[in-house]
């Protein structure tokens, strides 16, 4: 997920995490007109309210960014990265797209690369949030960081899902 919208914050206020990078992405292809439209699928901002979408939050950021509503396409039904890839190969079959371009986190692109295999459907990918040890973190530091184990949590996360996704055949 990219976007947080919290019940104590005030209607229509976003906050957002790391994985903004993705937002930027695709809000920097449709300004510069790199890109025609941008589908923005699905996605959970609050796991206690399924009725709580990203989709729609990040296409009004879009929108107050001054992007075109038209320019827009929000898919609301996916959960997860297999329903993403199902549900985007319906709309690109739907709309004779010739090219679809995936953006994702890096540490996410070979999932979600495998998941748009699985449906058959070639996708071309932008990954975005890399992250690599800032300047005074070396590979011999040996005090603990919190980040340290964020980024564990991450990468296990990540790990687990795509044993997950192989052996369910959601992804190859």
Known sequence: ????????????????????D???????MLRQDRAKIAVISGGHTDPSRPESKEAPTLA????DWGIAPERIIIER???????????????AEANAWSHVLVVTSAFHMPR?????????????TLAVDRRAPGPNMTSTSWLPRASALDQSTDAIREWAGRLVYRLRGYSR
């Open 60 to 63: 009004a950021q879009l929108v």
């Open 22 to 28: 993705r937002l930027i992405a695709v809000y920097d």
């Open 77 to 91: 039904s996916a959960r997860n990265t297999r329903e993403n890839a199902v549900e985007v190969k319906k709309l």
């Open 1 to 20: 997920g990219v976007v947080q919208v919290f019940a104590d914050q005030p209607e229509g206020r976003r906050s957002f995490n790391d994985n903004v």
């Open 112 to 124: 979600t690369v495998g998941s748009f295999e699985a449906v058959a459907m070639s996708v071309d």
